[in-house]
């Protein structure tokens, strides 16, 4: 990954995907990833189903967004809707599978807003010299018209007045708009081609607090290390038979209720 970070591209990419050693790292590791959850302890195999939410759900959301990639966001969503009843997110159980029906029938109710999505546009691409940066819409109302119209010490500091405030909103896609044009006039911002996640300082940031998490758990109780019971990786505690009946099975049982 720090070679890639340091020269992204195409055949730098294609070079390291093609790379014995790297083959064989990602099947020893499919095997590890198999053996975690079935033959090494319950305590193991909750927390790879921890690791599965975050990397089908949470990841894939993210991904499918950076990327428009339409099947990729639904797939992401299907994975979520059993975890939403297991887990009682009363709201995302009852609302998403009525979104996930509606989405998974555009192509024969909406088909103009389904070519749409598979082409990438239920997400925003705000700068094209950003490759896998498309941000959700609601994200980029955040990034643009509510940050342009944030002033110092919030609504309280710029007027108590109820006319002025009025005004202030009313008028907040304009200034926002002059704002952007003013910015691309004076060229402030300079387009790059690295993410954030990439630079040097990032990076170091980042891999710090990979290694305090890691030092962390192997103060408490590694889940991965050998067959332990389902107990509390802080005190140990083992968990009643109830409670690790529900959580052991807790995707069977949502899948089943949704």
Known sequence: MILMAKDLN????????????LEETVQLFGKYKQFLPADNGDLSAFWMSYIDIVEDVLLGLLRACREGN?????HAIRQMIPWCFAYDKINYARYLPVY?????????THPEVYESFMDGRFAVQIGEESPFGRIPVNQTTEETVNKDTKTSGGITKFSLKTGAVNRFYMTAEY???????????????KPTHLHNELLATRRKTDEKAVAEIESLIEGW??????????????????APADVKDDLMNAKQVGEEIS
């Not at 339409?70 to 639904?74: I, K, M, T, Y």
């Not at 996930?100 to 024969?108: I, T, W």
């Not at 109780?221 to 083992?238: E, R």
Request: aromatic content about 8%.
């Open 10 to 21: 195409q055949s730098e990419f294609e070079k390291i995907l093609s790379n014995a050693s």
């Open 70 to 74: 339409w099947q990729l966001h639904l």
């Open 100 to 108: 996930y029906a509606e989405m998974s029938n555009l192509p024969s």
């Open 175 to 189: 200034r926002c708009s002059f704002l952007a044009k003013l910015r691309n006039m004076v060229q402030v911002k």
């Open 221 to 238: 109780n590694n889940p991965f290390t050998g067959g332990k019971p389902l107990v509390s990786l802080s005190t140990a505690s083992q």
